[in-house]
């Protein structure tokens, strides 16, 4: 591995230990877990010796300094009645986190990295408190500097007096920090009170959600393996992109589809042939708006390497699909378990019981009980190795075989297994007899069309009457030239004798012209004719002229025949290649793009079926021997490791992980030095599929590159970004560490490293993707492969996405929104209400009371609509954390179960549904007109996300002063045009409890009622 690579390594392995260190919200029970220390020993910045010589008990004596991490206050989250308070609301809150080292002496010196952490702070990702915003810190951090403990300064002054003077301006600093930011929370928030203690820790005890990412850098930095797929990551070069392959390229290559139903889009086709000549190394973009068919495409990837295989007799593809995130990851093991095509017939579904998915699901050990009941996990693998499952998987693949192949007699399942192949192969020549025929008959068809424009057989027939009226007027002439010479033959000697004689061969022209004229086939030709033999020059002559243009009649009729005969043979050629197509229409009218759908459900959606079942045919070869299996799972050896996942991998083409997982899976033990290491699977993986690329963070994501032989990464820069835990200046400071940048104070090498999509404060994998991609299809366009047909909202709905981000590039498919229905595709209703602060965060409670009510009226009439629950065909999304408590609690007042999982309603902020969609979305701004509302003009991202999330309508509750008053360019501003387009958009309703809310501000109004609620401010 080169050292760029290796430097990206340290900077990312940096970045991430520190994110690992900023959590802010805490259960009760991990604070336990905590070291909690006096409030005397916080206000001295010192703590005692108990605690030094822990925290030193693993360094040697020459070791003055270790690194920790404090945090210097502590709130709990106060009980109602004894019970937790619903929303999502923190047990804990350490809304200050600081890095610091700790000396011998006990004293505490924190460094730059004291921030307010990620989590606590909006825009969030999950969860709904939030004690201020982003911008806010940032803005604060960029105003003032963490008093610094550089030693140097000490001077001749005693130690002591020197920290405690400084410490006393580190506590100030974290006050006023936390009192400016979260607009003086959690005085103003009588929910948290303070606890008299406070967390302290020892870096090298931290134990987070990155630590098998951290152990995988580690490794990195000490083996530097060989991985071009992680060098090309960490490259900071941009090559200029290649030409996009054209329109049908790779036919026979792409041999696999998971539908029998639903062909590929033409989009889809180029990305997924671009994936499959790519080269080891290489990563490939796909830029995926919403609804534009990623899954679709990722299965048809997964596909063709699970086919392709098959074919080449050799092991299995091992396939991994990623991503930051639980909810991320479950959407794809989702669509390997749902999304598949089951098929029809003999070779429909699987062979082997109790597999109910394409796809392995890989979980933190917390989650695996959970997620056991709906997905198959690591317990899966053991269930199936043993001996019952295998004679029960062997009988009920042989019944099923046997149907399948009805005149094998008692075959094995090696019998079986060959079968299998032969039929992938039929399917692949059946593919590349379509791709061999097609240019034959293109060349074919273009050299007729040459020939004979759009309509050769009119052609041919017009000269096929141009050769007939040549030979014609041919056989005239020369009919004509024996009459003349019979003429000639006739004439007196005495005429031809005296012919010199001016008088005698006047006479014998007249003679001539006067036999001549009656038998001219044509006009007869007035001339100066002096002398006989002028008239058997002419006739000669004409001959000859008639001749050369018979022949090129002639050549060009015979041309003429053969391109037709070319194309007729071509065309029946096509006809007996694409007959296995079944399709109805005729051979001349098929292309190699109709063909091309029509392969996609006829023969490489069975081709995957043949290969579905040859890999369960080899799993059960590999199963015989279970003696030794049984003992390999009791080592632990990278061999043994790579042998399991191949073996497991003949059941369930993909293994699905989030990234903080995914190191430990894929590793192995070695003996080193007498004692055991880990030992990763470096380059073993041959795809991995990022998922909401967009979303994941280059340092959690860089590792697994290391894993893999070539990466597909699925994204969309326009839709919700990654949360970065780092701050820009923390950043500086560790890409200067890692030697990436000569100086902190060098923005314009920061800048570039930040436009690679490579920094811990501002990139995401998506974008590294979409630069070390050597595709670019399409120029006004981010860079990388683009998908456009969107199939998920109404046209009205996703129009506005389309204004917003594409360019107008999507083609909405679904169609309009039905004159039948009820709600507008984009509808508001006026609520006027009032946005107040509550905590950090914001909220306004008469919305709320709106959308809980209306959700509640409804209910009925939507759940007997749709034939779905309620939380299946609405979602609320908002900007706001301190909104989502307040729906929240609303709709549980109302009977509505609101939360995560099966049989609850998501109310959340605009995270929440990434990745997801609902019927219907009703967006709550929180915002009145007496509020800036720039927070939702902050991104597209957020509108974007939140609009098309929503199939049938898309629902604004709220001020609509808020967007009116926006400038036109702004997404709230473009939203407006599409919400006031049409009168018809604007709802209304009656609220069904009639409920009067307290307080001298709170008046629900709702419908058309702004006027008068304006009037009484």
Request: charged share 25%; net charge neutral.
């Amino acid at each position: 591995m080169d050292q760029k690579s290796l430097a990206y390594a340290k900077y990312w392995r940096t970045c991430l230990a520190d994110a690992d260190l900023g959590t802010g919200a805490l259960k009760r029970s991990e604070l336990k877990e905590r070291i909690l220390r006096p409030d005397n020993e916080l206000q001295n910045g010192r703590v005692g010796s108990d605690l030094v010589s822990e925290f030193f008990k693993q360094s040697g004596e020459d070791v003055e300094e270790v690194n920790i991490t404090i945090r210097p206050f502590i709130y709990h989250l106060c009980l109602e009645h004894g019970k937790a308070r619903v929303g999502g609301i923190p047990e804990v809150v350490t809304p200050i986190v600081s890095q610091a080292v700790l000396d011998r002496q006990g004293r505490i010196y924190p460094n730059e990295n004291t921030v307010i952490p990620r989590d606590i702070l909006e825009p969030l990702y999950k969860g709904s408190f939030s004690v201020g915003v982003l911008a806010e810190l940032d803005s604060w951090l960029a105003r003032h500097d963490v008093p610094k403990f550089d030693k140097q300064t000490i001077g001749e002054r005693d130690p002591d007096e020197w920290h405690r003077e400084l410490w006393q301006k580190y506590l100030n600093y974290c006050e006023e920090m936390l009192i400016t930011v979260s607009s003086n929370w959690p005085k103003a928030d009588a929910r948290f009170a303070k606890d008299i203690r406070w967390v302290i820790a020892n870096d090298s005890d931290v134990v987070g959600a990155s630590t098998h990412i951290l152990a995988l850098y580690d490794n990195i930095r000490s083996e530097a393996p060989k991985s071009s797929l992680f060098e090309r990551y960490a490259s900071e070069k941009v090559e200029s992109p290649d030409p996009c392959h054209p329109s049908g390229y790779g036919f026979s290559r792409r041999l696999g589809h998971g539908s029998d139903t639903y062909p590929l889009a033409d989009a889809q086709r180029d990305s997924l042939i671009c994936q499959l000549v790519s080269e080891p190394g290489e990563i490939l973009a796909v830029n995926g708006p919403p609804g534009t068919g990623k899954t679709t495409m990722l299965l048809s990837v997964v596909a063709s390497y699970w086919v392709r295989a098959a074919l080449n007799g050799g092991d299995p593809p091992v396939i991994v699909a990623a991503s930051t995130n639980n909810q991320a990851v479950t959407n794809i093991i989702d669509a390997f378990g749902k999304d598949f095509s089951v098929g029809t017939g003999v070779f429909a579904g699987r062979w082997l019981p109790e597999i109910k998915s394409f796809g392995v699901y890989l979980p933190s050990a917390s989650k695996e009980k959970q997620a056991v009941e709906k997905y198959q996990t690591r317990s899966f693998f053991s269930k199936v190795e043993n001996q019952g499952y295998y004679e029960q998987a062997k009988a009920s693949f042989l019944g099923k075989a046997s149907k399948a192949f009805p005149g094998l007699i008692a075959p094995s399942i090696e019998d079986i297994c060959a079968q299998l192949k032969r039929l992938i192969e039929g399917s692949e020549r059946n593919l590349k007899a379509i791709e061999t025929v097609w240019p034959t008959l293109l060349s074919a068809t273009n050299a007729m069309r040459g020939e004979f424009g759009f309509s050769p057989e009119a052609g041919l027939v017009l000269r096929q009457s141009a050769v007939s009226a040549k030979v014609s007027e041919l056989s005239l002439y020369k009919a004509l030239m024996e009459k003349w010479e019979g003429f000639l033959g006739d004439e007196s000697w005495v005429y031809t004798l005296l012919s010199w004689l001016p008088s005698v061969n006047r006479k014998r022209v007249l003679l001539a012209k006067g036999f001549l004229r009656e038998l001219w086939p044509q006009t007869f030709p007035d001339g100066h004719w002096e002398d006989v033999g002028q008239f058997t020059h002419e006739i000669q002559t004409i001959i000859g002229r008639l001749n050369g243009e018979l022949t090129d009649l002639q050549a060009s009729l015979a041309r003429g025949m053969k391109v037709v005969k070319a194309h007729r043979e071509a065309l029946t050629r096509w006809g007996e290649v694409t007959d296995c197509l079944g399709m109805e229409t005729s051979p001349e009218s098929r292309t190699l793009a109709t063909c091309d759908s029509a392969a996609d459900t006829v023969i490489r959606f069975p081709a995957f079926l043949y290969a579905t079942h040859y890999w369960e045919a080899r799993w059960l070869i590999e199963m015989k021997d279970l003696a030794t299996l049984a003992k390999e799972k009791q080592k632990t050896s990278k061999k043994v490791s790579e042998k399991n996942w191949l073996r497991r991998m003949m059941l369930t083409p993909c293994a699905v992980s989030t990234f903080f997982m995914l190191p430990n899976e894929f590793k192995g033990r070695k003996y080193r030095d007498n004692n055991f290491a880990d030992d990763y699977l470096y380059r073993f993986i041959d795809l991995l599929i990022v998922d909401e690329a967009g979303q994941v963070l280059p340092e959690v994501a860089g590792a697994s590159f290391s894993l893999a032989k070539r990466a597909l990464v699925i994204g969309d820069t326009f839709q919700i970004e990654p949360i970065w835990s780092i701050t820009e200046k923390v950043d500086v400071g560790n890409l200067f560490k890692a030697n990436l940048m000569d100086s902190t104070d060098d923005p314009e090498s920061y800048e570039r490293i930040s436009k690679l999509g490579k920094s811990a404060a501002s990139g995401s994998v998506m974008v590294i993707a979409q630069q070390a991609t050597r595709y670019h299809y399409d120029k006004d366009l981010e860079r990388g492969m683009y998908l456009y047909e969107h199939r998920r909202c109404y046209d009205e709905i996703v129009a506005y996405c389309n204004t917003l981000c594409y360019h107008n590039k999507l083609s909405p498919m679904r169609g309009h929104r039905p004159s039948t229905s009820v709600l507008p595709a984009m509808g508001y209703l006026q609520v006027s209400g009032k946005c107040e602060r509550r905590g950090g965060s914001r909220a306004n409670q008469i919305e709320a009371v709106s959308i809980a009510e209306w959700i509640v009226l409804n209910r009925p009439n939507l759940e007997e609509k749709y034939r779905k629950p309620i939380h299946d065909i609405v979602g609320v999304v908002t900007p706001f954390g301190g909104q989502v408590v307040a729906i929240t609690e609303e709709c549980m007042k109302r009977g509505v179960s609101v939360g995560k999982g099966e049989g609850k309603m998501t109310i959340g902020t605009v995270h929440s549904l990434q990745g997801a969609e609902r019927l219907i979305v009703i967006f709550s701004p929180t915002y009145t007109m007496k509020d800036d509302g720039g927070f939702i003009d902050s991104r597209p991202s957020m509108l974007n996300v939140a609009v098309s999330r929503a199939k049938d309508s898309f629902l604004v509750f709220g001020d609509m002063s808020v967007f009116k008053s926006s400038d036109i360019g702004s997404p709230r501003g473009l939203l407006a045009s599409f919400l006031f387009a049409v009168e018809t958009n604007e709802i209304s309703f009656d609220l069904l409890s009639g409920q009067k809310m307290k307080g001298p501000h709170f008046g629900l109004a709702l419908g058309r009622n702004q006027e008068a609620v304006d009037a009484e401010r």
